[in-house]
Structure formats: structure tokens, C-alpha cells
């Protein structure tokens, strides 16, 4: 069977239908010419990043290519390099795309030339299910399996002289745990689309009071890092879900901690116009590899276990509380992330 009556026969038999997987023909730039068996218009000069509704292309004024993050794109790192030594390559690809989902993809490159120009076809296998399991559940275990080693360290130093005070740690070690499950659950929830935040009208320093209460002295005592809190917050008022804001603000303050080194955390609050911003800041700067995949699922500059942090901090804060995360790193400055809500109206 030759070339064309193989290609005839895959399209006819529609070989790709409904196993998760399409192929796209793309030149060096990742214009798409073909979309499987259909041409496409060369003047729109739709690329790949522009079909898959990557946040990057999104947020770029001109698409795909065009955002700062884009050099670091690890689909199109792939591409450059198979038709650069003309040769078949595959590998696992995350991103973030449109209303902050995940997108993960096996990508199988293979070059060719045609009337002397490079192209490749780009086939992609769908496995955002597959790798949204296995990272759900890597995090969740290795959060309480850390819980746990900590409870069973805590019940063998147990002795008559000191119940009150490991009877206080224990308390505090079951509330954690029992917080993580509450966690993983409503980003599973969040994840599929049907987490339902439970409004309240609360004051926006409650906020701040959590981190005051219940995040300070595991920083102190088990970071070994020193938080300060400037906030400038009076009477404002937020109406959202608290218990989930509280959540954001945790992942937002923990990520902070776990990557200042025994430093500074500077947690500061202030109203601005219409809006409530809370933002964490350490003296830790990102390199452009980690800034360009920040709020991506499974990113992490840490051990396996974690990468999900700043991931659901932007799926919960942002599409289901109707809020902003964003973040700042530079040289000179640090790291800064930024989590802001409107303030309550009643007008």
C-alpha cells in the first residue's frame, strides 16, 4: 500500500476518532498547515499554541510564539530539535490552557521535507486524565504520609512529664490532616468542575487573622523562616468563600516559605479601589524556566510530591472565586505573588 492510499485509508476509517489522540502538520515556526486531512488558510497563520488555547498564546498580542515564556515551551523545543537533526522524537508535554486547565499530551514528532521546506507531523495522545491521577495522588500521599511519620514521632516521645503539651501537637497534627484531605478533595472537586464555593460575607482582614493564627508558628517553629505581616487593611468586607480563600492564601504562603531558604516571607494586605490584594514575597528569584511554567500542574522546584500548589491557587482563586493570582520575580526585587478579590458592594 503506498503513501496516499495509507493516508485514504486512515481518514476513511477515521483511525484517530475517539481515542483522544489528532495529528497536525506544522513547519519550524508551529504554523499549522494541516490539521489531520484538512488544509489550513496559511494567511490566518494559526500555530500550535493558538489551536491547543494555550494561556500563553492568550495572553500574547500576536499568539503563539510571542509571549515571553514561549522560548521555554517544551512542545516547541520538541519540534525545533526533531526537524534540526531530522529525526523521529517523542516526549510528555504539560500546559496551561484557557480558564486555567491542564492540558498534557504524549507529542510524537516526525520530520520531513516537501518542495524544500521542513515540516513535521505533530501526533498528540491525550493524557491529562492519566497524569492529573497520578499527580493527585503523589501530592496527596506524600503530604500525609508526612503528617503521619509526624504523629507516630510524636506518640513515641509521650511520657508522664509532658502529656499536656504533646496532647497540643497531636491536636494540631489531626487538624492538619484532617485540612488536607478537606484540600485535595475540593481541588479533585475543582478539577472536575463541580466544586461549589459557599459564599459569606465576611471582613478582609479574616484573611489575615488565618495566617496570624494558624500559619505563623509552623513557619517559625518547623521552616525555621521569619514572617512579617504588614497589613493595611480596616473595615473592608469580601463576600466569598472564606474557607477557600483561606486555602489559596495557605498555598500562597506555604510555597513562599518552602522556597526562602530560612529567609524573610513578607505577607502584606491593602485595599485598592474596588479590590482587596493579598500578596506573599520572599527574596527567592525564578529562573524563566520556572516563571514560564508556574501555574502549570506538577511544576515544582522541589522533591516529588509536590506541584500542585500554585496550580489550584490559580484554578480556585481565579474560576471559582472570581478573584486574580498573578505573581512578580526579578533580580532585585524577589518573588511576589498577588491574590486579589473585589471588595463587598452593596450598591
Known sequence: ??????????EDNHIFSGVGSFFLVVDEELQIHFIEYDPVNQDAKLCVGDYLKCS????????????????????????????????????????LVENNRDYSAHVISTPFSEDGKDYSILLLVDQTALMREQMLERVFCHDLLNL???????????????????????????????????????L???????????????????????????????ANDILNVNVIVDSKLTDEYIESDKVLANRV????FKNACESSCGGDVIVRA???????????????????????????????????????????????????LGGTVRFRSEEGFGTEFYFELDKFSDK
Not at 492564601?249 to 500562597?252: E, F, T
Open 1 to 10: 500500500m503506498d503513501r496516499l492510499k495509507l493516508f485514504h485509508f486512515i
Open 56 to 95: 500563553n498564546s492568550l495572553n500574547a498580542a500576536d499568539g503563539c510564539g510571542c509571549h515571553e515564556n514561549c522560548p521555554q515551551c517544551p512542545l516547541r523545543a520538541l519540534v525545533k530539535k526533531s526537524m534540526c537533526e531530522n529525526r523521529r522524537l517523542e516526549g510528555d508535554v504539560t500546559m
Open 148 to 186: 503521619s511519620g509526624a504523629l507516630n514521632g510524636m506518640l513515641e516521645c509521650i511520657d508522664d512529664s509532658n502529656q499536656e503539651e504533646m496532647r497540643a501537637i497531636l491536636k494540631s497534627i489531626s487538624v492538619q490532616m484532617m485540612e488536607q484531605i478537606k484540600s485535595q478533595r475540593d
Open 188 to 218: 479533585i472537586y475543582a478539577i472536575q468542575g463541580i466544586l461549589k464555593p459557599e459564599k459569606t460575607l465576611f471582613k478582609a482582614s479574616e484573611i489575615i487573622d488565618f495566617v496570624k493564627d494558624s500559619l505563623i508558628h509552623v
Open 249 to 252: 492564601m495557605h498555598n500562597m
Open 270 to 320: 491593602w485595599a485598592e479601589g474596588q479590590r482587596v490584594i493579598y500578596s506573599v514575597h520572599n527574596d527567592l528569584v525564578m529562573t524563566p524556566s520556572v516563571k514560564s511554567k508556574i501555574f502549570i500542574q506538577g511544576n515544582t522546584t522541589k522533591k516529588t510530591g509536590h506541584g500542585l500548589g500554585t496550580y489550584s491557587m490559580k484554578l480556585i482563586g481565579e474560576n471559582y
